[in-house]
């Protein structure tokens, strides 16, 4: 699909099925609050949208403890070894829910995967509001991220591509169509555990927007789109930051990037200009990676399903 | 003491033992980091503090685990009937834990109790740095404060009476010497299991600070200060926040205080304007406790040992 034209149009076929999930850790709070407030009998509106919006909470053990997760991360959970290797009694209670997950809104890979998951985040780096899928040509996330852009102009928004194959993707998202509508909004900052009231408005207003883009795309109405994205390196390191809240501000060599505890400035040792994002995000410390980094590239939408071409600057993706 | 003629100079005991503690909440990472550091040999240098300076991380095992608490808060557990209650052999993680702290630095309310705690705190809360202590008229705690706000002026700083009995209190600094040098600097605003290095450097002077403040008040020089206290009411509820980061700022009856989840805006219905505080602290979610209020009043702070006395507003504490 990838290697298409861009200037034809793609014609695509209709969403039918589609998901929003929060609590996939259950300490990021928006997308818990989100989802619990659109399952309210009122909130459950029909709105010309996907024919059928499952809203639901990933992990609600997590969630009833405010915790991450309860024996190792969810989100981790969707590759193909961990949906379909032998399950053990003892194994950790996210393999069981992940499997669920798969039957509920998969199975992965399948036909029968639901068309879309918009799977909630939060961080607490300072990336606003950012998309992150495993596909640069996903034409229907990107239609919806530039739909995003122009609906909400004040709030600042990234495209983020994470090349990662089909059968190693591991987050919740991935077990949508694959190609299509899966993505990770990611919004902050916001400490995990808590909750801000500009934050889950912004998430609100996301999500809304969403719903509507899908509801003129299922009655053929064209929207145009663009997008930007990246994909990233991890430091292996977590001093303290010198760079805090300077996510998608562009790191210059020689700059300083860490502040060492005992007070020393760490440079940035890159020979390239680049993006830092996830800037400090809490539950990156264990794995040791204290930001990640993006090239800036440019690529090109087709019109759905007939429109001109346009592109924009995305950000691209830096394999360790 | 309160009662003593605040324009006669007190005369106080050299402050020859002191703590300095980090970790109490294990996931409040500035103080954990700051323990570490200093307690590195390059750094533990004799610079006429106190006699004994001890550095200890209190909660090992949830600084472990990047948790706030193991079992049960640890700094809910310095009460008398808990520190001197029997102990079952399954009791939580954290009451062992007190124990042996009271066996370090107490025993609490005994003449061999430390002369100083210093308990190091974070806060998601946006309130610089804040001062905690149980009582208004600890004047020792009080010049610290004093001397921090006059060396650091562009750390916003308050002091925060809680008026609870030494027999009631509770936490880690309730074991020192009652009455004198018992505190918790809170500083935020900062995730829990985060570390920004603005909040951790300020955190590190405010300690370098104390010290020698110890340091000049044991070789007998005299220093004047004042002081802002208050003491607080928790709001049943944790909505969202529209006081968001407006910590310490004056919230007047009728002003906008929480934002529903449905959008709505919630009313103070206070009939007094009072400082709002603690404003969306992480770890109150549980205790359902969005925020705390104060009014400010005046404290007048003796010299020691011989100089002039001094007035400044103080916040007063509400009782619930």
Partial sequence: LCQM????????????????????????????????????????????????????????????????????????????????????????????????????????????????????????ANMGLCFIAYSDCDWVCLHIFRHLQKQMPDTPMRFIHFDVSTKESYSLDSIGKHGFGEFLPFIGPQPHGCIKSNIYTAMREGVQHMRDWVSCFNSGESNVSMAQLPVCRGFKTSKCFLSQDRDFCLLRPGEPLFQTFSGETVKYQGAEALYAFFINECAYYKKGIALSLARKRRVSVPSIPSVSISSRFIYIYLSM
Wanted: contains cysteine.
């Fill in 5 to 124: 034209q861009v200037d034809e149009p793609v014609r695509l076929p209709r969403l039918s099925r589609a998901a929003v999930c929060g609590g996939t850790h259950g300490n990021e709070l928006s997308g818990v609050y989100l989802v619990r407030e659109m399952l309210k009998p009122e909130n459950r509106k029909e709105d010309g949208g996907p024919a059928s919006l499952l809203m639901l909470l990933s992990n609600p053990r997590a969630v009833q403890q405010c915790t991450r997760y309860v024996d190792t991360d969810l989100n981790r959970c969707f590759t193909h070894a961990t949906l379909n290797g032998p399950a053990s009694e003892g194994a950790p209670y996210e393999i069981f829910r992940a499997r669920e997950l798969n039957n509920l809104l998969g199975p992965k890979g399948s036909r029968a995967a639901v068309d879309l998951i918009c799977d909630l985040h939060n961080t607490t």
